[in-house]
């Protein structure tokens, strides 16, 4: 199990691997070590526009979330049901970073709604072949995304580059 150090050092070494890339790819970026909710990079074009970055940094299989982040989920008499989606920045970007070794990281980049619909999809899919009830811990609103699951995400540097978001 990763303490809280290691944690730490994995969220620090991606937001600052991503700001490296996003100034190599000539966005000027800045990271904010976790001391502002809701986003952890920002990186400037030349033209001025500014995008908000999400930044989650795995070393192991799979990034972890809290589903009600992005999905309006009721629990009644330990069943759960996604009511819809919650109301998200639709400028932020989330960039998920996997820590393979130097020169080998991989970089995940998409909207928040496209993650937003991603977990939706795959969140009530869950549900349903549980009849709504998590085994475990009927209240847990727990989720995990693997590299496999984005994988259409992969290195797409021009959400950021390019996009107006």
């Not at 980049?109 to 998590?134: F, P, S, W």
């Given at each position: 199990?990763?303490?809280?150090?290691?944690?730490q050092l994995?969220?620090?070494?991606?937001?600052?691997?991503?700001?490296?890339?996003?100034?190599?790819?000539?966005?000027?970026?800045?990271?904010?070590?976790?001391?502002?909710?809701?986003?952890?990079?920002?990186?400037?074009?030349?033209?001025?526009?500014?995008?908000?970055?999400?930044?989650?940094?795995?070393?192991?299989?799979s990034?972890?979330?809290?589903?009600?982040?992005?999905?309006?989920?009721?629990?009644?008499?330990?069943?759960?049901?996604?009511?819809?989606?919650?109301?998200?920045?639709?400028?932020l970007?989330?960039?998920?970073?996997?820590?393979k070794?130097?020169?080998t990281?991989?970089?995940?980049?998409?909207?928040?709604?496209?993650?937003?619909?991603?977990?939706?999809?795959?969140y009530?899919?869950?549900?349903?072949?549980?009849?709504?009830?998590?085994?475990?811990?009927?209240?847990?609103?727990?989720?995990?995304?693997?590299?496999?699951?984005?994988?259409?995400?992969?290195?797409?540097?021009?959400?950021?580059?390019?996009?107006?978001?």
């Amino acid at each position: 199990m990763a303490t809280g150090r290691s944690m730490q050092l994995t969220k620090q070494v991606g937001e600052y691997l991503v700001c490296a890339e996003l100034c190599r790819r000539g966005l000027i970026s800045t990271t904010f070590t976790g001391n502002v909710p809701g986003f952890d990079i920002l990186a400037t074009k030349e033209n001025l526009q500014t995008t908000p970055i999400q930044v989650k940094t795995i070393s192991g299989p799979s990034w972890q979330f809290d589903a009600t982040k992005f999905l309006d989920i009721e629990i009644s008499d330990n069943i759960q049901t996604v009511r819809g989606k919650t109301e998200v920045n639709p400028g932020l970007i989330y960039l998920l970073v996997s820590l393979k070794g130097q020169n080998t990281d991989e970089f995940y980049i998409c909207k928040v709604k496209d993650l937003q619909n991603m977990m939706h999809q795959k969140y009530t899919a869950m549900l349903a072949r549980k009849e709504g009830k998590r085994p475990k811990n009927p209240k847990t609103t727990h989720f995990a995304l693997s590299p496999n699951d984005l994988k259409k995400h992969k290195d797409k540097w021009e959400i950021i580059t390019k996009g107006t978001a």
